[in-house]
């Protein structure tokens, strides 16, 4: 099974609308980072989560750190077709490397 | 350069072929990751670098696949008898190694294997 699950797999929804994409972790999180990628393209940075709660914001995208429950969520505000992509979450494990999730596919559509 | 670069963008190769790929990271970036990405899938880790510390290997999915980088900088990923369970895009990112820094990834290599 993988260490780090992302929920949902796949996301389609109309431009305008909310949406949460979240990222359980099996073993203990020491930082969480959330990322997106384009099709064809490599990763993009859009924020890092330290342990403590952690909440940023970036533009119209919220991401949380729940660390009793060793999850993160990320929330987009009034979504754009800019939005869409796979949002990859990657744990800190302090061991150095960085695991990623399995990755959510958005689509939005107008 | 500005950003980490990969090359080839595409390849594509007989079944039983050896291939390298290469990553050229940022200058001054001590860590160095390979990842490999199936279609709709998510990142897989094979191999970590960090500065003169033996990599960890630990991701490498079998002896066919092997990586190195010299002079702490260009890394080299090389997979022998290429299968084709093989094809993916197979994403560089470097770091400056410290933690809790965020990665910078490559635009990856897509492997095609006929």
């Known amino acids: 099974s993988q260490e780090l699950e992302q929920s949902p797999q796949s996301l389609i929804v109309q431009e305008g609308k909310n949406l949460t994409i979240n990222c359980t972790s099996s073993k203990t999180l020491y930082g969480l980072y959330w990322y997106k990628q384009k099709y064809g393209e490599g990763l993009i940075f859009l924020m890092m989560l330290q342990k403590g709660g952690e909440e940023k914001s970036h533009e119209k995208i919220t991401a949380k750190l729940d660390e009793k429950k060793q999850q993160s969520s990320l929330h987009i505000t009034a979504s754009q077709p800019s939005h869409a992509g796979i949002y990859l979450c990657g744990a800190d494990r302090r061991t150095d490397k960085l695991i990623f999730g399995t990755g959510t596919r958005l689509q939005v559509f107008p | 350069g500005a950003g980490v670069s990969q090359s080839p963008s595409n390849k594509v190769t007989e079944k039983g072929k050896d291939v390298e790929l290469r990553c050229d990271p940022i200058?001054?970036?001590?860590?160095l990751y390979w990842y490999r990405q199936s279609l709709g899938q998510g990142l897989e880790f094979l191999i970590y670098?960090?500065?003169?510390?033996?990599?960890?290997k630990s991701g490498l999915p079998s002896d066919r696949f092997s990586a190195e980088r010299t002079g702490g900088s260009v890394s080299t990923l090389t997979i022998q008898r290429t299968q084709q369970e093989d094809s993916a895009v197979y994403l560089c990112?470097?770091?400056?190694?410290?933690?809790?820094?965020?990665?910078?990834f490559g635009s990856g290599t897509q492997l095609s294997v006929l």
């Open positions: 990112a470097s770091s400056l190694g410290i933690t809790n820094e965020k990665l910078f």
């Open positions: 200058s001054g970036h001590t860590a």
């Open positions: 670098f960090q500065g003169n510390s033996a990599p960890d």
